[in-house]
C-alpha cells in the first residue's frame, strides 16, 4: 500500500488559485443561509443567534487551524484522509475517508432533491419521475463540470455564490432598516423540552459550520497550498458567519414572526421585509437564491468527495480502476462518475430525512482530523509546517477539547432517528474495513 505521505500523479491537472479557492470552500461548507430557519422556531430567536455566533468558536475555528497546519505539512491529495492514516495507522485512516465518501451519498443527491423542490414551485407539473429527471439532469450537469477539474469547478462556484449574495445583501440592508424588534427574545420556546430546543438546534448548526477540512482533499490541485489554505480559511471562517448570522437577524428585527419559521422561510421572510412593493420580487429573488445555493453545495460536493474513493483506491482499499484520470483533464473521472451515479440513486430523498444520520459521519471523520494534529506532532514532531496552530501546548488543547465536547453533545442529544441509525452508518466502516483486508490478504497468498 502507498504510504499516507505520498503524493498522487497529478501531471495535466489546471490548478486552482486562492480565488477560485475561497469560493469553493465557501460553497461546500456554507453555500448560502439557507437551511437553518426551521432551528428558529425550535431553539427560540435568541438560542438561534447564539448559536450561530458562539458555534465557530469552539468547531469552526479550531477545525480550521488543524486544517491550516496539517495542509501546510501535509498537502497531498487525499488530505484529512491522509493525516489520519499518518497519524493512526491503516485502520482509522480508512474510516476517515470511508466515513467521508459514505456521508457525501447522503448529501449529494438530497441537494438535487432541494433544487427540483424549489423549482417545482413555478412549475408544479414536475412530480414523480419528472421530479427525479430534473434531479438526475443537474447531477449529471454539475458531474461534467468537475470532471473537467477544479478551476471550472471555481469558476462555477463564484458565479454561483455571486448570485446568491445579491439577493441576500438587499434582504439584509432592508431588515436591519426596518429593526422594530428584539431578535434575541424570546430566548428559547415557552414549554419545550431540553433536548429538543438544545440538540436539535445544535446538530443542525454544527451540520452547517462543517467542512472546512474538506477542501484538503484536493490539495494537490490547488496551486501553493502552503499558503493558499490558510488564507482561504482565514477569509471563509467569517464570511461563513456572516452568511448565517446576518440574514437571520435581519429577518427577525423586521417582523415578530419567529413561531412562524420553518425550512425555506427565508423568502417568505423576505416577502414580509420587503412590504407591499418589492416584497414579491425580493421574495423571488431569495427563491432563486435557494435554488442556486443548492446547485453551488452539490458542486462543491462533489469535487471533495470524488476524491475519497481516488485516493483509496491509490492506496489499496478499492478496486485500482477508481484510479483512473481523464485523458485531457487529468481529473479522476471514474471515481467521479461512481459517486454521481450513487447520488442520482438516492435522489429521492429530502434533506431533512438524512441530515441527523450524515451528523454523525460528519464529526466522527472532524475527530479524527483535530486528533490528527495531535497524533503528528507527537509522531513526527520533526515535519515542517510552515503554519503552526498559535500557543502551543494550550493552542493544541484548544483545538482538541472543545470538537471532541461538541461531539459528544451533538451526539448525546441526536434525535430518535440519528441515535438508532447514526451508530449502523458508522459501524459499516469497519466492516468494510476487514472486509477489504481479507481479500488483499487472500489475493496475496493466491499470488505467492
Not at 37 to 43: A, D, F, K, L, R
Not at 282 to 296: E, F, K, P, Q, R
Not at 330 to 337: D, E, N, S, V
Amino acid at each position: 500500500m502507498a504510504s499516507p505521505l505520498s503524493r498522487s500523479t497529478t501531471p495535466t491537472v489546471r490548478k486552482a488559485g486562492l480565488f477560485y479557492l475561497v469560493f469553493v470552500m465557501f460553497s461546500y461548507t456554507t453555500g448560502g443561509p439557507f437551511g437553518l430557519e426551521g432551528m428558529v422556531s425550535t431553539s427560540g430567536p435568541g438560542m438561534s443567534l447564539l448559536y450561530l455566533l458562539l458555534v465557530p468558536i469552539v468547531w469552526s475555528i479550531p477545525v480550521s487551524l488543524v486544517s491550516a497546519e496539517l495542509t501546510t505539512a501535509i498537502p497531498v491529495e487525499g488530505g484529512f484522509y491522509r493525516w489520519s492514516r499518518a497519524a493512526f495507522g491503516d485502520f482509522w485512516g480508512f474510516l476517515a475517508g470511508w466515513w467521508n465518501w459514505s456521508a457525501s451519498f447522503l448529501l449529494g443527491g438530497s441537494y438535487a432533491v432541494l433544487f427540483t423542490d424549489y423549482l417545482v414551485f413555478y412549475f408544479p407539473g414536475i412530480a414523480g419521475w419528472k421530479h427525479w429527471l430534473v434531479s438526475f439532469a443537474l447531477i449529471a450537469f454539475i458531474t461534467w463540470i468537475n470532471v473537467r477539474g477544479i478551476q471550472m469547478v471555481g469558476r462555477a462556484a463564484t458565479i454561483l455564490e455571486i448570485s446568491v449574495f445579491i439577493p441576500v445583501i438587499a434582504m439584509i440592508a432592508l431588515g436591519l432598516a426596518h429593526w422594530s424588534h428584539n431578535p434575541f427574545v424570546p430566548l428559547v420556546p415557552p414549554n419545550q423540552s431540553f433536548s429538543k430546543v438544545f440538540g436539535v438546534g445544535l446538530a443542525l448548526v454544527i451540520w452547517s459550520y462543517s467542512g472546512y477540512e474538506q477542501l484538503s482533499s484536493v490539495a494537490e490541485e490547488v496551486e501553493d497550498p502552503q499558503r493558499s489554505y490558510p488564507r482561504a480559511l482565514a477569509l471563509v471562517v467569517p464570511l461563513s458567519v456572516a452568511a448565517y448570522f446576518l440574514p437571520t437577524l435581519a429577518a427577525l428585527t423586521a417582523a415578530d414572526n419567529w413561531q412562524q419559521w420553518h425550512d425555506g422561510y427565508f423568502p417568505t421572510a423576505a416577502v414580509v421585509i420587503g412590504g407591499p412593493w418589492l416584497g414579491r420580487w425580493l421574495g423571488s429573488l431569495m427563491t432563486i437564491a435557494a435554488m442556486i445555493c443548492n446547485v453551488a453545495l452539490l458542486n462543491a460536493t462533489v469535487l471533495t468527495s470524488t476524491r475519497m474513493p481516488f485516493v483509496l483506491a491509490e492506496d489499496g482499499y478499492l478496486p485500482p480502476f477508481l484510479t483512473r484520470r481523464h485523458p485531457r483533464y487529468g481529473t479522476p473521472a471514474l471515481a467521479i462518475l461512481i459517486s454521481a451515479a450513487i447520488y442520482a440513486s438516492l435522489a429521492v430523498r429530502s434533506l431533512g430525512e438524512l441530515i441527523s444520520i450524515y451528523v454523525w459521519l460528519r464529526v466522527a471523520t472532524t475527530v479524527l482530523t483535530v486528533l490528527s494534529a495531535w497524533g503528528l506532532r507527537r509522531k513526527r514532531p520533526e515535519l515542517p509546517r510552515p503554519f503552526r496552530i498559535p500557543g502551543g501546548d494550550l493552542g493544541l488543547i484548544y483545538v482538541i477539547v472543545p470538537p471532541l465536547a461538541m461531539t459528544y453533545i451533538v451526539l448525546r442529544y441526536s434525535d430518535p432517528i440519528a441515535l438508532r441509525w447514526g451508530p449502523w452508518a458508522l459501524a459499516v466502516g469497519p466492516v468494510v474495513y476487514f472486509v477489504v483486508k481479507w481479500f488483499a490478504g487472500r489475493a496475496a497468498r493466491q499470488a505467492v
